[in-house]
Structures are given as structure tokens and as C-alpha cells.
């Protein structure tokens, strides 16, 4: 008999399910949001908020832990460093769920599934107006060497005969 042992097979082998959820846990991670199929998001909710409870505790037992789930030493790093102390204080879910609407080709239900606290990014595009308040250097260019040719254009040039 099963039981207490129903969960979401989503229509996948053992092996299928762990690349899934461990290809969604990195795209959490690197992008804080997914746009993915509402019973993908339903499954990965889970396991991301033990992930982000895993990250709370940094030691080095937590962190081998998270790589295990994720396979990737900079997204660990990433989770340890950047996320997990967003989510220092609070308990329960780190991530949630909006229902978007449907897929066009098959009529899935759409699903975009978010980290709750997002990063602050800073704009690294500069205004106009600033650009027009700061003075502008000019660089002096260089004469160029005309005299050899480096590289693979050494090699293929052609020789002329005299």
C-alpha cells in the first residue's frame, strides 16, 4: 500500500524530476523569478523554501548541501552570500506564485513564481542630464604602427615577389 506517499510525479521519471527541479532551482537563483507552468511552480516551491532554510545556517555542511540540489559553486555561492540574508529574519515561504494566464500553444496554465524580497539593482545606465553635467575626457589617440602585421595575418600574408 502507498501510503502518505502521493506527490507530484508530473509525468516524469526519477531522473527527469531531479534535472527539472534542479534546472529550476538555478533559474530562481540566477534570475529571481521563472516563468514557467503552474504545476512546475507547485513543485518547485517546496524545495527552493528548504533550500533558502538550508542557506540561513552558513556552515560548510549547509553549503555542500545546497550544491548537491544545485551543481554549480557560483549559484551556491550567489544563494549563501546574496539571498539567504534577505531572508534572515523571516519565517516560511521565501518564493510565490502568480497565475499569468495560459499557453498559447497548448492552453497550459501559466505561472510566474518569485522570490518575495528582490535585490536592489543599481542603474548603471547613465541619464542625459547627468551626462551632460559631467566634463567629458578627451583621450589622444595613438598613431598606429603600420609597420608589421601581427598574428594570423603574419601567417596568411601574402608574399610578393621581386
Do not use: W
Amino acid at each position: 500500500m502507498r501510503h502518505k506517499v502521493k506527490k507530484n510525479r508530473l509525468s516524469r521519471s526519477l531522473g527527469q524530476r531531479k534535472a527539472l527541479t534542479k534546472a529550476l532551482l538555478r533559474a530562481l537563483i540566477i534570475n529571481e523569478r521563472v516563468k514557467t507552468t503552474t504545476a512546475k511552480a507547485k513543485f518547485i516551491k517546496p524545495y527552493f523554501d528548504k533550500t533558502i532554510a538550508l542557506a540561513k545556517d552558513d556552515t560548510l555542511a549547509a553549503r555542500r548541501l545546497a550544491f548537491s540540489r544545485i551543481g554549480n559553486h557560483s549559484l551556491v555561492k550567489k544563494l549563501f552570500d546574496e539571498i539567504a540574508p534577505r531572508f534572515k529574519g523571516t519565517s516560511g515561504s521565501c518564493c510565490r506564485i502568480y497565475r499569468i494566464g495560459f499557453r498559447g500553444s497548448d492552453g497550459a496554465p501559466l505561472s510566474l513564481i518569485e522570490l518575495t524580497k528582490k535585490s536592489e539593482k543599481k542603474n548603471k545606465i547613465k541619464t542625459k542630464r547627468k551626462a551632460e553635467k559631467e566634463p567629458v575626457e578627451e583621450k589622444e589617440e595613438s598613431p598606429r604602427k603600420e609597420k608589421g602585421v601581427s598574428g594570423l595575418k603574419k601567417m596568411f600574408k601574402k608574399k610578393k615577389k621581386s
